[in-house]
């Protein structure tokens, strides 16, 4: 069974450039958050999404934005990139997001923004 | 606002050692507990889930208990290996309102010498 797949692995933006990362989850999975992890601020819930609906949202700009396909597929877009955005993108996935499932993470996407 | 924290912040022992990890919670009212595994740059690898109902939970040299009620948890770690260094994390889900969404400590760095 694949695990949670996140392209691409590294990507290298400028200051005020957009980017859109992927994530696909664990086939049958239809639960996906996404998590920006820094060395100063650990790992932060960005957003949740659920059956093609964002269902939780953390305290991050108007900026960073999701959605999810009707494949469990998701994408993650952020938008007028700063220096502060640089992080590693991590996306995790459950099979049916209740309280009591547990959470398979990606590889996670390295944002380098310059 | 639920709080998670990680004591020590980084643990540095000789192979062989047994050793124990902390995780303290502020708020109990929570579904599960999980431990992660997070080698330099990578993903996060789950390796034991705890629900609200339960005590502990064992995988191979790896123990971990939970108690909810006083808002810790430990991560006992048997017959330490170099391949065990990595960076430690747990990670817990509140409610069901809160979806999968997991709020993390700030991990212990963990240094198994040879």
């Known amino acids: 069974k694949a695990g949670v797949t996140q392209t691409p692995r590294y990507l290298i933006k400028t200051r005020g450039q957009q980017v859109t990362l992927s994530c696909s989850p664990i086939?049958?999975?239809?639960?996906v958050s996404w998590y920006q992890q820094t060395p100063g601020q650990g790992l932060q819930f960005l957003f949740e999404?659920?059956?093609?609906?964002?269902?939780n949202k953390g305290n991050f700009p108007g900026r960073f934005s999701g959605r999810q396909f009707s494949n469990s597929r998701s994408e993650m877009n952020v938008s007028t990139l700063e220096l502060g955005d640089s992080a590693l993108y991590l996306c995790?996935?459950?099979?049916?997001?209740?309280?009591?499932?547990?959470?398979?993470f990606g590889q996670g996407t390295r944002l380098t923004v310059v | 606002k639920q709080e998670v924290t990680q004591i020590p912040a980084a643990l540095s022992v000789p192979e062989g050692e047994n050793l124990v990890l902390n995780c303290s919670f502020t708020?109990?009212?929570?579904?599960?507990l999980q431990w992660f595994r997070q080698d330099p740059g990578k993903g996060l690898t789950s390796l034991l889930l705890?629900?609200?109902?339960?005590r502990e939970q064992t995988s191979g040299r790896l123990n971990a208990s939970l108690d909810k009620s006083s808002g810790r948890s430990t991560l006992y770690i048997a017959a330490s290996q170099p391949g065990d260094s990595a960076t430690y994390l747990c990670?817990?889900?509140?409610?069901?309102?809160?979806?999968?969404?997991?709020?993390f400590g700030e991990g212990t760095q963990l240094t198994v010498n040879p």
């Open positions: 995790a996935s459950s099979s049916s997001g209740s309280g009591t499932t547990e959470a398979f």
């Open positions: 705890i629900q609200s109902s339960q």
């Open positions: 990670a817990v889900r509140q409610g069901e309102t809160s979806g999968s969404r997991l709020t």
């Open positions: 086939s049958g999975h239809r639960s």
């Open positions: 708020d109990s009212a929570i579904y599960n």
């Open positions: 999404y659920f059956s093609e609906t964002q269902r």
